[in-house]
């Protein structure tokens, strides 16, 4: 067998054998990447879900002082798997004005 051969099929088994665990190594840090990801996801989806129940609760009672005959509360709209924008739905509960003509 060529010497030559030999070394450079030596040094390519290395190398492919190098290459093999980095991207075991790779994959593993994929994997726990992936799983960090989720958890901070689901984290920030019951932060986000905490805070707005405070906010709609404050808003409620806010909109109550400022429009005595109406009742304001917001909806938080969901997509599939995501939470969509903020929107607030106010209704007011059939007002009754007065007007006096001159």
Do not use: C, H, W
């Amino acid at each position: 067998m060529n010497k030559k051969a030999f070394e450079q099929y030596t040094n390519f088994t290395k190398q492919r054998d190098q290459l093999l665990e980095r991207r075991e190594e790779l994959d593993k840090s994929a994997t726990s990447i992936e799983e960090l990801v989720e958890v901070l996801d689901q984290r920030k989806d019951e932060a986000i879900e905490r805070t707005f129940k405070q906010v709609a609760s404050n808003f409620e009672e806010v909109f109550e002082k400022l429009v005595p005959a109406g009742r304001g509360r917001l909806i938080i709209q969901r997509r599939i798997d995501q939470v969509s924008i903020f929107l607030a739905s106010m209704s007011i509960i059939s007002p009754t004005f007065n007007y006096t003509i001159g």
